[in-house]
């Protein structure tokens, strides 16, 4: 084990590199041809294995692709799925899926309107902070709530531009 603080000398560096010259593995070993050829027959039956001719590549057998191929139709393949959460599918064959429902709650934050609205809020407020004159990352707040006065949600005047620290101070919601 290796002190820390701990340096070989001049000596023991330029045996080590001598040890170690004309090998890859830097182990100060040269195999005989002999030896690599044995490794090699030990290894035959192992596909993952460096001797192996096909240890980079494993081909499927024409039965396999075809099942896997009629198994993947019509299928999807996100990068959820790639990393072996279970979405392949989208809609009524999507595993999350739960009768097409969305609330007008969620369907309205999305639209078009309320994109617009921050906007001319941000524009109003000549995209910085009210409360600090901040710029960077803005938040659109609502004066008054968004659940309570559904007629409000897209008027300009009922908005505020607050950075980030600013909108946490302000907004009941994130206490």
Same mark, same amino acid.
């Given at each position: 084990?290796?002190?820390?603080?701990?340096?070989?000398?001049?000596?023991?560096?330029?045996?080590?590199?001598?040890?170690?010259?004309?090998?890859? +593995?830097?182990?100060?070993?040269?195999?005989?041809?002999?030896?690599?050829?044995?490794?090699?027959?030990?290894?035959?039956?192992?596909?993952?294995?460096?001797?192996?001719?096909?240890?980079?590549?494993?081909?499927? #057998?024409?039965?396999?692709?075809? !099942?896997?191929?009629?198994?993947?139709?019509?299928?999807?393949? #996100?990068?959820?799925?790639? +990393?072996?959460?279970?979405?392949?599918?989208?809609?009524?064959?999507? $595993?999350?899926?739960?009768?097409?429902?969305? $609330?007008?709650?969620?369907?309205?934050?999305?639209?078009?309107?309320?994109?617009?609205? !921050?906007?001319?809020?941000?524009?109003?407020?000549?995209?910085?902070? #009210?409360?600090?004159?901040?710029?960077?990352?803005?938040?659109?707040?609502?004066?008054?709530?968004?659940?309570?006065?559904?007629?409000?949600?897209?008027?300009?005047?009922?908005?505020? $531009?607050?950075?980030?620290?600013?909108?946490?101070?302000?907004?009941?919601? !994130?206490?």
């Amino acid at each position: 084990m290796r002190r820390a603080g701990f340096h070989h000398s001049e000596e023991t560096k330029r045996k080590i590199s001598l040890s170690a010259m004309g090998n890859r +593995n830097s182990l100060g070993r040269v195999l005989s041809e002999e030896h690599k050829s044995k490794l090699l027959k030990i290894n035959l039956g192992n596909k993952y294995a460096i001797g192996n001719k096909n240890a980079l590549g494993y081909k499927h #057998t024409e039965e396999t692709k075809n !099942r896997l191929s009629k198994s993947h139709k019509g299928m999807i393949f #996100t990068k959820e799925h790639r +990393n072996n959460i279970g979405i392949a599918n989208k809609g009524e064959k999507c $595993t999350f899926w739960k009768g097409g429902i969305s $609330t007008d709650n969620r369907l309205q934050r999305c639209s078009s309107n309320a994109k617009e609205w !921050r906007l001319k809020v941000f524009g109003r407020d000549n995209y910085v902070c #009210t409360n600090c004159n901040k710029g960077g990352y803005l938040e659109a707040h609502h004066i008054k709530p968004w659940k309570g006065y559904p007629e409000l949600r897209f008027d300009i005047n009922n908005g505020i $531009t607050f950075c980030v620290d600013c909108h946490k101070i302000y907004d009941r919601m !994130r206490k």
